[in-house]
């Protein structure tokens, strides 16, 4: 959905609104996300998958960065809701170190409140990042 300015407020209620679209049959554990692309003020929407295997799944932030990629927006911003607000799994920050300096938002979805304001590169300091050519 397209916005003409988007507050951070308003993407941690995007990413809360996005928990009720989670598959989390065997954890019962929601979490939503929303990302904010640069060029179009766009916001994409991500809730995780859980599958029988959990190495299967997929994790709310990188189904919402990925359907921002794939609209050919990239990626400026990023909030992420759960219940009490924690934060993202080894993989998730690691995929969003391709983007280091982009904003993320941990939301308490009990509270809608933004718990932490960071960066990839501050949750993941020594993760791989490719060569810039």
């Not at 998958?49 to 190495?55: D, H, I, L, Y």
């Not at 990925?66 to 609209?71: G, N, Y």
Request: hydrophobic share 40%.
């Amino acid at each position: 959905m397209i916005h003409s300015e988007v507050s951070e407020q308003t993407m941690a209620d995007y990413a809360v609104k996005a928990m009720r679209y989670a598959y989390s049959p065997y954890t019962g554990f929601c979490v939503g996300a929303t990302v904010l692309s640069v060029e179009y003020q766009v916001l994409h929407t991500g809730a995780n998958v859980e599958a029988g295997s959990s190495a299967c799944g997929m994790c709310a932030e990188r189904i919402a960065i990925a359907k921002c990629l794939m609209a050919n927006q990239i990626p400026a911003a990023i909030a992420i809701a759960s219940i009490g607000g924690l934060s993202c799994c080894g993989i998730c920050r690691q995929f969003m170190l391709d983007f280091p300096e982009m904003k993320v938002y941990i939301v308490d979805s009990e509270t809608n409140k933004i718990i932490q304001k960071t960066t990839p590169r501050k949750m993941l300091p020594s993760g791989y990042q490719r060569v810039k050519k």
